[in-house]
């Protein structure tokens, strides 16, 4: 195992990484600390009959856009009566409290323990309905339903779509029990995937949110594994001589780039998802190579490479040719994570022995500081550019946060007794 790898993986499997961990399945609480530049006041009114459902709904609704830090929440909890549509808003009053949009309707009861769900969202300057949204549903698909209709907010106030109803993966350990789940993105529904005696790191969705690949040492050593979710049926995917790790899907799923020391040192590949033979991506490179990631467009690999004497990120063309080296400040930039957009890449930096999250654009090489550290790892980017989640260490802790491509609005997502870490966060239209 080359030196470039030995540390990297030495870093994520140190006692202090995980540290002592709660008990599997616990949700994720969230602290939400900033706010954006420039936020919408909104207000999201308690829907008419809501009392009728098992559990509250508009609260979701609130707390999925507070969450981005692109709102601002104006109180409605206390109106009297609650609107069920235009006609029983007072327009005028609430855009006096300076809200610009408000969110209101109803829930109906539907033979079979069914509820009909009926929101419209109102342009207060206009007295308009910017949106309307209708749905059936059972009790269980409350929360679903709110996170849907907080996508479907954000998106038509900001233009971005809405993450609210994507997944994340992430890794916990007790003891000697490591345990890989998923949950909603705001930490709850949690559902263990995986659960081993042995280390497991470095999920990673493929792009139609139906699987994980991930490294399990289950066989005394790094393995990448290929799991498929609605069954949870496991397939070994590398498990070639020396070490493999840090797989990442094609945009289009059919591969996985995967890092091999079968030759002895350190190298990329690219294989089938479904497994097969591995092909070297660069076939006389002298360093060590790792940590690949496709662009969303496809056209290219980034990754961590000591082919400059440290650990740096280059890219280089899915089909080959000369890597080009992307980060020169610092002399420790790993793990890069291609933003949606293709404009720009977050990665980890050492700067004054703290480990933070990074923020680069291709254009015109400005590169930000997202985070203080100090010891963050792990960045995952929202399918829609706008947060990135990570792992950190506080306290002898280990939690999950996510900071806003902007570096604005921060949140932390941790478990009341013990550590989540390697986290990842999963694609739109799950």
């Not at 540390?7 to 600390?33: D, K, M, N, R």
């Not at 209708?134 to 849907?148: F, L, N």
């Not at 790792?290 to 662009?295: I, L």
């Not at 980017?381 to 570096?407: H, K, M, T, Y």
Request: charged letters at 20%.
């Amino acid at each position: 195992m080359t030196r470039l790898l030995r540390s990297l993986l030495l870093t994520l499997l140190c006692p202090a990484f995980f540290g002592a961990v709660a008990q599997a399945a616990e949700p994720l609480s969230v602290e939400i600390v900033g706010a954006g530049a420039s936020q919408i006041p909104i207000a999201i009114a308690p829907l008419s009959s809501e009392p009728l459902l098992p559990e509250g709904l508009s609260d979701v609704v609130a707390a999925d856009l507070n969450r981005s830090g692109l709102f601002r929440l104006i109180d409605a909890s206390a109106i009297s009566p609650r609107p069920a549509d235009i006609a029983q808003l007072n327009v005028a009053e609430w855009r006096n409290r300076g809200t610009d949009a408000m969110l209101i309707g109803r829930v109906n009861p539907l033979p079979g323990g069914k509820w009909e769900i009926q929101v419209r969202l109102v342009d207060l300057a206009k007295g308009s309905q910017l949106l309307g949204l209708s749905y059936s549903i059972e009790g269980r698909q409350v929360r679903t339903t709110a996170h849907k209709i907080a996508d479907a907010v954000f998106e038509k106030l900001t233009g971005v779509p809405g993450v609210f109803s994507t997944r994340i993966a992430y890794v916990t350990r007790q003891a000697k029990r490591f345990e890989l789940l998923v949950a909603d993105a705001d930490g709850f529904n949690p559902k263990p995937v995986f659960t081993s005696a042995e280390p497991i790191i470095s999920p990673r969705w493929s792009p139609d949110g139906g699987r994980l690949a991930y490294v399990s040492f289950e066989r005394k050593k790094p393995v990448v594994v290929v799991q498929t979710l609605n069954n949870g049926q496991r397939q070994v995917v590398a498990d070639f001589r020396g070490s493999n790790s840090a797989p990442a899907w094609s945009p289009d799923g059919s591969r996985l780039a995967v890092t091999l020391t079968r030759d002895g040192s350190s190298q990329i590949y690219l294989m089938p998802a479904t497994g097969g033979v591995p092909e070297r991506l660069m076939k006389t490179s002298p360093a060590n190579d790792t940590e690949a990631m496709f662009s969303a467009d496809g056209k290219f690999i980034f990754f961590t490479s000591d082919r400059g004497g440290g650990p740096q990120v280059y890219r280089i063309a899915t089909n080959g040719g000369t890597a080009e080296r992307l980060t020169f400040e610092g002399d420790y930039n790993v793990s890069p994570r291609p933003t949606p957009d293709g404009r720009g890449f977050v990665f980890i930096q050492r700067y004054a022995g703290k480990f933070r999250v990074m923020v680069q654009d291709l254009v015109n090489r400005q590169v930000l500081p997202l985070t203080e550290g100090p010891a963050d790892e792990s960045p995952s980017l929202a399918p829609n550019g706008q947060l990135v989640l990570f792992g950190r260490l506080l306290g002898g802790r280990g939690e999950l946060s996510a900071v806003s491509i902007d570096g604005r609005t921060r949140q932390r997502l941790s478990l009341s007794a013990g550590d989540a870490r390697e986290p990842a966060w999963g694609p739109l239209g799950q």
